[in-house]
């Protein structure tokens, strides 16, 4: 407990290679949008299941954004596309949610990549 795990610059890897940018700072209620990145396209029928998160999918990958209110709600989602046997490739705080974010973030990120 308490140690770093190696992780530099404020972002965690898990296991796969995925990143959780810890620089985000989720407290209280103010809640931060998020970009949740899996590979596989997901059909509309999944959206039900992410009730709250703007669902895109194409070119091989599903991406989600939308606000997240804090760590449980971020975990749960997780944990959602977890027990969907999903590959996760992604995960950015978008703190402002500008188009500053957008064009500094990885291109199978974008929207519309």
Excluded at 12 to 25: F, I
Excluded at 74 to 102: N, P, W
Aim: aromatic share 6%.
């Amino acid at each position: 407990m308490g140690e770093d795990n190696g992780a530099s610059g404020g972002v965690c890897w898990g296991a796969t290679g995925s990143s959780v940018n810890r620089e985000c700072g989720m407290h209280q209620d103010a809640g931060k949008v998020y970009r949740i990145v899996v590979r596989s396209e997901l059909s509309e029928r999944y959206a039900a299941a992410f009730e709250g998160m703007e669902m895109e999918a194409n070119d091989g990958l599903t991406v989600f954004t939308g606000n997240i209110v804090d760590q449980p709600h971020l975990y749960g989602i997780l944990d959602r596309l977890s027990g969907l046997g999903l590959e996760l490739l992604d995960v950015q705080c978008l703190s402002e949610g500008t188009e500053d974010d957008v064009a500094t973030s990885p291109p199978w990120t974008r929207p519309g990549n």
